[in-house]
């Protein structure tokens, strides 16, 4: 997918028609625009038919910009009616002695990017990381959206956990609105006097609805049926149960990116085992049509209990059924297309059942329905409702 960049506009131009962003709602997401496709990304998409966005990145320093190959662009509109601001702050910036002057430049940025837009007021301003960032400008109303409960994620964010309490405390005093993406932070808001409400993760059904028409992936030689796995690989899998799977014999297909702490050669010395590392998002659904199960093999640490792993409806949505670890999220979703077992003997065998069933069209067509239920269409009109 292309993105309309206009990047060769200077901050006065962007703002030279103020009446085309009034009404503008602030997205500080806890996910750059370039990274890839995270809830508040899919958010901000889907509203911006109604409500002009400001789509503000993690803040990052110009060194990690360049290292990672990527422009310093501040402020740039991407789409009609989409602007997103990279904020650059100090080096060492969660560095304790540097976090409160850090934290103080990013809303300043934020200011003078809203100002560069023609607003002095903004419709609401919404929080999608571990940032008190409310209070950057005036907000008819202020939202924290809550897509994982940072806390218990310290460790795996490299963060103070005491640090993320006094920001999550704030967070809690500041906000107006509290949404959620599961039922797990449903309950933990709510023990700072709020009455959370729960918008679940969704999945993109119009990019994974046609995956049958795609392309064989050149780089998939492993003999069918594939199960697979998608996204971001670190300690939140459990390697056991993805080891067992591949002891049955079954072809395993991993694709997305690892963290360095995390090794897969216990995994990847296998021969029907093959990790292609990270893909762009656009070409995820090549890969979809590769495999004919999709995994999500989960451990039931404190994070991921609160967390809504897109990957298992996202499965749905490709026709795929999905074999996963029972997280709450998965027993809201309530779904007989996704088969939750808790340990790697039962979560491999139900994978090499699957695989030996094989798809239909009936079966693929009753995934993608299951999916259309819980389509991010559906879930931004859930959030547009809150704003207005």
């Known amino acids: ?37 995270y809830p508040e990304k899919h958010i901000a998409t889907r509203i911006a038919s109604r409500f002009p966005v400001l789509y503000v990145d993690p803040p990052t320093t110009l060194t990690s910009v360049l290292r990672a190959g990527r422009r310093a662009s501040g402020l740039r509109i991407v789409r009609p009616g989409i602007a997103v601001l990279t904020p650059i702050t100090l080096p060492a910036a969660s560095w304790r002695p540097m976090r409160s002057a850090s934290l103080a430049l990013v809303k300043e940025h934020v200011r003078r990017a ?17 940032e008190n960032l409310f209070g950057s400008v005036p907000a008819d109303r202020s939202i924290l ?3 994982d409960n940072f806390v218990s994620g310290a460790e795996l964010m490299g963060l103070s956990r005491d640090y993320l309490k006094v920001q999550e405390n704030a967070q809690a005093r ?18 700072f006097g ?58 395993l297909l991993l694709v997305g990116s690892r963290k360095p702490s995390f090794s897969l050669e216990s995994l990847t010395a296998r021969s029907n085992v093959r990790y292609l590392g990270p893909k762009p998002f656009e070409s995820m659904t090549g890969y979809l049509r590769a495999i004919d199960v999709g995994l999500t093999p989960y451990t039931q640490s404190e994070f991921n209990r609160a967390s809504f792993p897109m990957k298992t409806i996202e499965y749905l949505a490709a026709g795929r059924p999905a074999v996963a670890t029972s997280l709450p999220a998965v027993k809201w979703l309530n779904s007989e297309y996704i088969t939750s077992k808790d340990t790697a003997s039962d979560f491999a065998d139900a994978t090499a ?21 819980h389509s991010w ?8 409702a809150l704003i207005d």
């Open 114 to 130: 809203v100002a560069a837009l023609g607003q002095r007021r903004v419709k609401a301003f919404v929080v999608s990381n571990h």
């Open 353 to 373: 059942t699957l695989l030996r069933r094989g798809r239909s069209e009936e079966l693929s067509r009753n995934c993608r329905a299951f999916a259309q239920k």
């Open 377 to 384: 269409r559906v879930r931004a009109e859930q959030f547009a």
């Open 1 to 37: 997918m292309s993105l309309l960049k206009d990047e060769s506009q200077s901050p006065a131009d962007i703002g030279s028609n103020p009446s085309s962003w009034a009404g503008l709602v602030v997205f500080c997401a806890g996910t750059s625009w370039d990274t890839g496709w």
């Open 174 to 191: 500041n906000a107006d609105t509290i949404v959620v993406v599961t039922e797990e932070l449903q309950t933990h808001w709510s023990k």
């Open 145 to 147: 959206y809550a897509t």
């Open 194 to 251: 709020h009455a959370p409400v729960l918008v679940p993760n969704g999945c993109d059904t119009e990019r994974f609805r046609d995956v049958d028409a795609e392309a064989w992936p050149l780089d998939v030689d492993l003999p069918r049926p594939i199960a697979g796995v998608f996204g971001h690989l670190s300690e939140r899998i459990d390697l056991t149960f993805l080891e067992a799977t591949a002891d049955r014999g079954v072809s």
